[in-house]
């Protein structure tokens, strides 16, 4: 069984940092792409960033470019988002989620999904 779960949202007061974890099973992590995702109240889901593990590419949005790291882990099986310099605009819940299918920012691109972890301003 295929499953993704998230881990490390928080309350975070603006220029804080919070790291995000997304551990994988079920599947080869080695083949596939993994994407972070996030979802304000009222707006659409957003691609944040995504890494292709098999050639370690990694794209980001440009709201968070030099503020956040997407990374795999040394158990190889988990994925991370360094998120440094918080906005309260970063508040939103954050999703990982995986394709075999490559890099890719849209949400109908991927077809496994973790059940969110929430990030919230404290300000």
């Known amino acids: 069984e295929v499953q993704l779960v998230e881990s490390g949202g928080g309350l975070v007061r603006p220029g804080g940092s919070l790291r995000l974890s997304c551990a994988t099973s079920?599947?080869?992590?080695?083949?596939?792409?993994i994407a972070w995702f996030r979802q304000a109240p009222g707006k659409e889901r957003e691609g944040v960033s995504c890494?292709?593990?098999?050639?370690?590419?990694?794209y980001y949005t440009d709201s968070v470019k030099d503020r956040f790291t997407i990374s795999r882990g040394d158990a190889k099986n988990t994925v991370y988002l360094q998120m440094n310099s918080l906005k309260p605009e970063d508040t939103a819940v954050y999703y990982c989620?995986?394709?075999?299918?490559?890099?890719?920012?849209?949400?109908?691109?991927?077809?496994?999904w973790g059940q969110g972890t929430q990030v919230t301003d404290s300000s």
């Open positions: 079920g599947f080869t992590v080695d083949d596939y792409a």
């Open positions: 989620a995986a394709t075999p299918l490559g890099l890719g920012t849209s949400p109908t691109f991927y077809n496994y």
């Open positions: 890494i292709s593990v098999p050639d370690d590419v990694r």
